[in-house]
C-alpha cells in the first residue's frame, strides 16, 4: 500500500488534542474524540491493507497480518506496563497495587476497555485517582478489533465480495444504535460495540476507495473543509457528558475525519494533503503511539505536587518529557522490532510474544502484591485509663487547622452513666464519612478499649443533593440524606462513652443552596452546615456520649489537569469548616483533637508524617499510618476521655 505523509498528519493531531485535552487546555475541551479520529485511520489501514493484500496475492495470510501487528503495537506496551509496575511500587500506596495489577493484566491481554468499563471495587475504586493505565482501554479496542475484522472480510470475500461495504454500513449503524440506547455512560465510552461505529466508517472508506477511481474530487475537497472545520469546532467544545455525543455525536466526529482522510488520500497534492504532510506533524504522527502511550502515565507522574509547577509551566514539562520518552521508544524499540529479520518470521512472532507476555506478567505479581503492614508499636493505655478526673486532657485545641498553635480547653466534666459495671471496657465510637471510616478501621485492636468505626463511604452530614466534584456534576450516594437514622441506629447498639466525628470530604464540596452553588466559608452556606453539625452531635450523644470533633486534615485528592487544587482541596475550605469545629465544640461543650496538625505537621498537606505514609490516595488513611502515627497519638486521649465520659 502507499504511504501517505498526511495520515501520520492526522494521528499527528489527533494525538496532539488527546494529550491537550489530558493537560487541561480548555481550547481542547473535546480533545478526547483524538480517538475517534485514531479508530476511523486504524480502520482504513487496516482495510486497505487487507484489500489491497488479497488483490495482488488473491488470498490474505491471517497469520502474517496477526503477526505484524503483534510486532508494531506489542513491545511498546509491554516496556510501558513494566515502567508503570516499578513506578507504583514506588510513587502508588499500598492498597492501590492490587487494582494496578488487574489493570496490567487487562491491558496485556487487549480488554482494558472492558476492564475500566466496570473496574469494580465500590466507593473506594469508583472515587479513585484514574489509574495509570486507564488510556489503555482505546489500545484493548483495537486490538479487538485487528483481531476479528480480518477473519470477517476473509469471510465476506470467500462468499460475497461485493458485500464488504454492506457489512460495514451495517456493522456502523448497529454500533451507533447500542451508543444510543446504553444507559450506563461507562458502558457506552468504552464498549467495543459501542465504539466500533469509527472503526467502521474507516473500514468503509477502504472499501470504497480500494480500486476505485474517485472523480468529484472539487466535491471531495468541499466535504474535507467542511470536516476540517466540524472537527476543529467538535475537539474544542465537546464535554464528555455532553448527551448528545452518544446520540449521534461520535458518529459525527468520525465522518468528519473521515472526510478529511478521504480527500489527503484521493488527492496528495490538494492543499489538505499538504497541510497535513508537513515534517514537524508527519515526524509527530510517526511516534504517536508512543505519545499516546506514555503521555498519560508521565501527566500523572510529573505533577504539581512533586514539580512545583501549575498552567502552562507544568504541560511544558510533562509535552517534553512525553516527547523525549515516546522518541526513545520509537527509535530503541518500535523501529528495530519491526525491522528484525528474524522477527518477520510468522511462526517465531506468537513464541516471543507469548514469552515477552510471560515475563512481563512475572513482573505484575511481585510488583503489586502489597506489602505487610508493619505491626502497630504497642500503646500503654495504663495511665490514660487511670488519669485522675481533674487533670488537664493533653493536645486538645479547638485551633482553625495545623497552621495555628493548640489552645488548652478544660475537660468536660464526667457524665452519670447509670446501668455501667465496674470493669466494662470503654466504648468509642467514630462517627464520619469514609476518612473516618479509614481511621476507625485501621486502628489497632486493643484489649482495654472496645473502638467501632461507625465511619460511612460516600456520605458526610451534608444533603443537598446538587453537588459539583473534581469539577464534575455529582449527587449523593443513596443512603445519604438519611444519615442522622443510621447513627442514631449505631449509637443504640454501641451506647459509646466516647462519640468521635471527623468529616473531611462532603461538607467541603460546592452544593446548590437557595439556586446557587454555594460553599463552606459563605455565610448562607456556614448556616447549613451548623445546623446539621449540631444535628450530628446531638445524635451521638442521645446516649449521654462525650463529642469529640476532630479537624479535618488538608487533603490532595486529585490535581485538575492544569495542577492546581479543586476547591474541595483547598486548605481555605478546610480551615474554614475546622472554624465551624470549633464554634460547635463552644456551644455542646465537646472536646476538640487538633487531627490536622498531628497528619500534616508543617501546616499544609503532606504524604508521609511520623516517617510513614500516611495518605493512600490523598484523602483516606493508610493502614501503617493510622497504626504507627495516628494511634499512639489518638487512642490515650480517647482513652482518657472515655473514662471520664463513662464514669
Known amino acids: 500500500m502507499r504511504y501517505h505523509p498526511s495520515i501520520d498528519g492526522v494521528r499527528a493531531l489527533a494525538v496532539t488534542a488527546v494529550v491537550l485535552f489530558h493537560g487541561g487546555v480548555a481550547a481542547a475541551g473535546g480533545g478526547f474524540l483524538g480517538v475517534d479520529a485514531f479508530f476511523v485511520v486504524s480502520g482504513f489501514l487496516i482495510t486497505s491493507l487487507l484489500l489491497a493484500e488479497h488483490r495482488d496475492t488473491g488470498r490474505i495470510d491471517l497469520p502474517a497480518f496477526w503477526a505484524r501487528r503483534a510486532r508494531r503495537l506489542l513491545p511498546a506496551l509491554l516496556v510501558l506496563l513494566a515502567a508503570v509496575l516499578a513506578a507504583g511500587h514506588w510513587l502508588l500506596a499500598p492498597e492501590e497495587l492490587p487494582a494496578l495489577r488487574l489493570d496490567a493484566f487487562a491491558a496485556l491481554a487487549y480488554v482494558a476497555n472492558w476492564r475500566m468499563a466496570d473496574r469494580g471495587g465500590g466507593y473506594f475504586a469508583g472515587t479513585a485517582a484514574p489509574s495509570p493505565l486507564q488510556h489503555t482501554w482505546s489500545l484493548g479496542i483495537e486490538e479487538q478489533f485487528y483481531l476479528l475484522w480480518p477473519l470477517i472480510v476473509v469471510a465476506v470475500l470467500l462468499l460475497a465480495r461485493r458485500g464488504l461495504l454492506a457489512v460495514c454500513l451495517t456493522g456502523a449503524a448497529a454500533s451507533a444504535t447500542a451508543l444510543f440506547l446504553q444507559a450506563d455512560p461507562d458502558r457506552a465510552y468504552y464498549g467495543t460495540d459501542t465504539r466500533a461505529v469509527a472503526l467502521l466508517i474507516g473500514a468503509a472508506l477502504a472499501v470504497v476507495l480500494s480500486g476505485r477511481t474517485v472523480r468529484a474530487r472539487r466535491l471531495l475537497g468541499v466535504l474535507a473543509a467542511a470536516g476540517a ?74 505533577d504539581a505536587d512533586r514539580t512545583g509547577l501549575t498552567g502552562p509551566a507544568l504541560l511544558g514539562v510533562r509535552c517534553a518529557a512525553t516527547l523525549v520518552v515516546a522518541t526513545v521508544s520509537y527509535v530503541l524499540i518500535e523501529q528495530p522490532v519491526r525491522r528484525a529479520r528474524r522477527l518477520r518470521r510468522p511462526a517465531r512472532t506468537p513464541i516471543l510474544a507469548a514469552a515477552a507476555m510471560a515475563a512481563v506478567a512475572g513482573v505484575v505479581v511481585p510488583a503489586t502484591v502489597p506489602p505487610p503492614v508493619p505491626p502497630a508499636p504497642p ?64 486502628l489497632p485492636e486493643q484489649t482495654r478499649l472496645e473502638v467501632k468505626a461507625r465511619g460511612v463511604q460516600g456520605c458526610g452530614i451534608a444533603r443537598l443533593p446538587d453537588i459539583r466534584y473534581i469539577g464534575e456534576p455529582h449527587t449523593n450516594y443513596p443512603g445519604c440524606d438519611t444519615w442522622d437514622r443510621r447513627w442514631g441506629r449505631d449509637v443504640g447498639r454501641d451506647d459509646p462513652d466516647v462519640a468521635v466525628i471527623l468529616l473531611d470530604r462532603w461538607e467541603l464540596m460546592d452544593r446548590r443552596l437557595a439556586g446557587r452553588y454555594r460553599h463552606v466559608g459563605q455565610p448562607d452556606y456556614d448556616a447549613y452546615l451548623r445546623r446539621e453539625l449540631d444535628l450530628a452531635i446531638g445524635v451521638v450523644t442521645r446516649r449521654g456520649a462525650l463529642p469529640v470533633l476532630l479537624t479535618a486534615p488538608y487533603t490532595r485528592r486529585a490535581e485538575r489537569p492544569d495542577g492546581g487544587l479543586w476547591p474541595e482541596d483547598e486548605p481555605e475550605r478546610v480551615d474554614a469548616w475546622n472554624g465551624l469545629l470549633r464554634d460547635a465544640a463552644v456551644r455542646h461543650h465537646a472536646v476538640v483533637l487538633d487531627l490536622n496538625r498531628r497528619v500534616c505537621p508543617g501546616g499544609e498537606f503532606t504524604w508521609r508524617a511520623g516517617g510513614v505514609r500516611i495518605r493512600s490516595d490523598g484523602l483516606h488513611f493508610t493502614p501503617a499510618g493510622v497504626r504507627r502515627h495516628i494511634a499512639p497519638w489518638l487512642l490515650p486521649q480517647l482513652a482518657r476521655l472515655a473514662v471520664r465520659g463513662g464514669s
Do not use: E
Request: proline content about 11%; glycine content about 8%.
Open 229 to 302: 472545520l466540524t472537527t476543529g469546532w467538535l475537539w474544542s467544545t465537546a464535554d464528555g457528558d455532553d448527551q448528545w455525543l452518544y446520540r449521534g455525536g461520535f458518529v459525527v466526529a468520525a465522518l468528519a475525519v473521515a472526510a478529511v482522510l478521504a480527500h489527503a488520500v484521493i488527492s496528495p497534492g490538494s492543499p489538505t494533503a499538504r497541510l497535513l504532510a508537513v515534517a514537524p506533524l508527519v515526524w509527530l504522527g510517526r511516534i504517536s503511539y508512543g505519545v499516546y502511550l506514555w503521555h498519560w502515565p508521565l501527566f500523572q507522574w510529573v
Open 379 to 442: 500503646i500503654d493505655l495504663d495511665q490514660a485509663l487511670t488519669v485522675p478526673s481533674t487533670a488537664p486532657l493533653p493536645d486538645t485545641s479547638p485551633a482553625l487547622g495545623a497552621s495555628r498553635p493548640p489552645a488548652a480547653t478544660s475537660p468536660p466534666a464526667p457524665v452519670d452513666r447509670p446501668g455501667r459495671r465496674a470493669g466494662d471496657k470503654p466504648r468509642i465510637s467514630i462517627f464520619g464519612d469514609s476518612v473516618a471510616w479509614s481511621l476507625g478501621t485501621y
